[in-house]
């Protein structure tokens, strides 16, 4: 369970005379990728070309991963069972020639370009995909058997019954893994008490300057300047278009802004995203970031800007998001706005031209047309994405991992009565 649904960002500039060949190889990565209900240890997958309006910064092509497993043997399986990712990156600056089959060459490139989330959080953390699927079909398998035995079933206790369909289930799908999930509560409680020896631990520093930064802040605030747009929320891009695909309950959202000039606000998106990185992995572990329960997978990765000759504060660092969420855009940023916004300002307050925000995270999303018309104006169009879960919420996958866990636990008519409510 410690080796499961871990996040690889791959960021690399592309070769300029090569650029103009990467459109047509991700079209064709989309068209084999579409209809392919399996990759290797492979929850969620995307390829985008991150270009810059101002012509300031190179075009960078990202590959997002949500994976199970050691990540160089990830690499090796995914890149043979989808080949053209050979053909993508080798538009990219410095990719071997000789592409993967340069083994040595090939793995210290791909190194060399991965970038670690400055915040990740995962709705089923630690759940590989192989007992996301495994689950699902067990849940198939259970409802198939109410359906065959249900004449019987009206005249037995919740014990009873699902002690029945427990049985028929295990006669039915032999093949099915219908042991006990690995019970992670002991992992939370250590995290959660490390989460608060280190903040117990750093308390006096914080102490020491809160009250220097919070008046930069202040000041920072009543001189940024928002975005001013008297539009309604507009997709200019088109965005839509790619969203809500028939037979798919997600969707993903590319997000890219550039952080507000200077060391100070570059420090402060760090130090907010390092607290969310920390409370996704000891506290928002149940499929739950702040009250928001859509959310399969998400990150926020900041891009630094490295150009030579660049006074630093003139160089644009970026903050890059990646979600992968159920329902449609307009009801994922309203959860966000109306269940965490104060995160979400937080995080994104530090962002050109976020709305008018006061103490870092008050206001801001709290303006929800001007938040939702700054992100649409800020989202990049992901060219290729792929689910291994298409038909499935993340309630749908916790559900599943409950129903599992009542094969072994069997109980009382209470208990009982909740594990068949899950059907």
Known sequence: MLDATHALTILAELAPDRARDLPAILDEIATALRGRDDLPDTHFMRLVIVDDARAELAPVLAWESNYDGPLADYLVAVFAAVPQLDAA???????????????????????ARTHRSAAFYAGYRGVPRRQVVNDAELHDALRAAVDRERSTLGHESPAQVQAQLVA???????????????????????????????????????????????????????????????????????????????????NALTHLVDIKPGW??????????????????????????????????????IVLDHRHGVPHARRRHRLLFFSNYDGSWESYLGEFVDRASSGLTGVWSNGVGFPRTRNLVQEGSRDEEAFKSWARRNQVHTEVWWTGVPTSTVQNVRDDIALRRGFAHLGDDEAARAWLELL
């Open 264 to 301: 100070f606000r570059l420090f402060t998106a760090w130090t907010v995203l390092s607290v969310i990185d920390l409370a996704a992995a000891a506290i928002f572990v149940h499929g739950n970031l702040g009250g928001i329960t859509d959310i399969h997978f998400a990150r926020w990765v």
């Open 89 to 111: 990156f080798a538009c990219c600056a410095g990719y071997p020639p000789a592409g993967r089959a340069d083994h040595d060459a090939w793995r210290r490139w791909v190194h």
């Open 168 to 250: 028929s289930v295990r006669a039915a799908r032999p093949d099915l893994d219908t042991s006990p999930p690995t019970s992670d509560t002991v992992r939370w409680l250590v995290a959660k008490l490390l989460a608060a020896l280190l903040l117990l631990a750093l308390s006096p520093l914080l102490l020491v300057i809160a009250i220097p930064w919070y008046l930069l802040l202040r000041h920072r605030e009543a001189t940024d300047v928002p975005d001013h747009d008297p539009r309604p929320v507009y997709d200019d891009k088109d965005h839509h278009a790619s969203e809500d695909a028939d037979g798919v309950t997600q």
